[in-house]
């Protein structure tokens, strides 16, 4: 390492802040360039083949890293949340940044991400995008609602929004012009998403039969809970699971371990961390659920089984019987949402077994 160039970069919108920590050399130079191709090429021109480059992963995607690596210059993204921080530091720049992080780089003290391939973060954006179209559409059948309830209306059940809110809405006239034009365009609103939903839904289906997903898919719907739909999500957010080096880092990756402050002969243990991916985590809190019933195969996931090797589908039966052990356990002391968030972090370690191929 006494031999290779480090360099850190800031990298914003229009502009990169940029720290080159030579060997030998404990203050680095600085200088800011565009945030363009040609200058990243111009800058790597400046020094030999044992460069290696950070910057911290943000709102710019991937884009540096790919010209780097292009370019031959081993490059690392670095996991932000995970950068060391003085709690005494008050003062932030991006040259500071910059500088902060050639010299965390180079004493081994930063935590680098796994950089999707282009086709796996194609299918990571059409999984998000679904997910905003969802809470999209939740956001307006809340206008709905609350529209209705402000003009005196009730819904037979305020509970969800199923086709009989939907006849119910769409059966109601208001006096006012104004009124009825605003309340046709929350429902046009509505019918957008629902449409949009529904496309979405089918290419993710889709997707889930072509790589790089479709293996691990297949995969994953062997576990009770897990559908076409959870497990491509899973999937593409994952996209590799052997990254993962047992299944208690993956459930850290997922928040759903508890966080812990403890100290001396004290130990204190509290709340789930929610760090990590927050798409997995939803996806798994909503696939316990269905552990709260007796250990059961129906015609539905017996249909997901067919085909499968004989270890995989024994290996999801013992994730039915422990997974549903663990909730009755847990909920006779517990509330169910806890014991639920509880299955949901074992569950992500049955999830890295199915996806690693350690069926102990």
């Known amino acids: 390492m006494s031999n290779v160039t480090h360099v850190g970069l800031d990298v914003h919108r229009d502009s990169t802040a940029v720290a080159v920590l030579r060997p030998g050399v404990s203050e680095p130079d600085e200088w800011v360039i565009p945030s363009t ?13 044992g460069t290696v480059v950070c910057y911290e992963a943000g709102p710019c995607g991937y884009a540096p890293f790919r010209l ?32 902060r992080l050639a010299r965390l780089h180079r004493s081994g003290e930063l935590v680098a991400i796994r950089v999707p391939t282009p086709e796996q973060e194609a299918a990571r954006d059409l999984v998000r995008v679904r997910e905003d179209l ?34 119910f809405a769409r059966g109601l006239r208001f006096d006012q012009p104004h009124a009825q034009e605003a309340f046709d365009q929350l429902l046009g609103a509505y019918d957008t998403r629902t449409t949009q939903l529904r496309s979405l839904d089918q290419q993710l289906t889709e997707l889930a039969t072509q790589p790089p997903l479709a293996e691990l898919v297949v995969r994953l719907k062997t576990l009770k ?50 760090t990590g991916n927050a798409h997995l985590r939803r996806v798994l809190v909503e696939a316990a659920w269905a552990y709260r ?4 195969i129906g015609a539905p996931l017996a249909r997901r089984q067919q085909g499968q ?20 356990r847990i909920s006779k002391v517990k509330n169910r949402n806890v014991a639920v968030v509880a299955v949901a972090r074992e569950l992500a370690g049955f999830v890295w077994g199915v996806g690693t191929n350690h069926l102990d």
């Open 309 to 328: 090797p004989p270890e995989l589908v024994a290996y999801s039966w013992k994730a039915q019987t422990r997974l549903n052990q663990r909730y009755r």
């Open 293 to 296: 019933h007796r250990p059961h």
């Open 68 to 99: 780097f690596t292009s370019l031959g210059v081993r490059c690392e993204v670095i996991a932000p949340s995970l950068i060391p921080r003085r709690p005494g530091d008050r003062v932030k720049t991006d040259r500071l940044d910059a500088r």
């Open 225 to 274: 809970g897990i559908d076409t739909l959870s497990a491509v999500i899973i999937a593409a957010e994952v996209c590799d699971l052997r990254q993962f080096r047992d299944a208690r880092a993956f459930m850290a990756y997922c928040g759903l371990v508890p966080s812990e402050h403890s100290s001396g002969e004290r130990t204190r243990r509290g709340s789930i961390t929610k």
């Open 37 to 49: 191709a040609e200058a990243y090429r111009k800058l790597m021109r400046r020094f030999d083949a």
């Open 134 to 167: 969802k809470e999209d559409r939740r956001r307006t059948i809340q206008r709905i609602k609350a529209f209705v309830l402000r003009h005196g209306y009730r819904f037979p059940n305020p509970k969800g929004f199923s086709g009989r809110h939907e006849s």
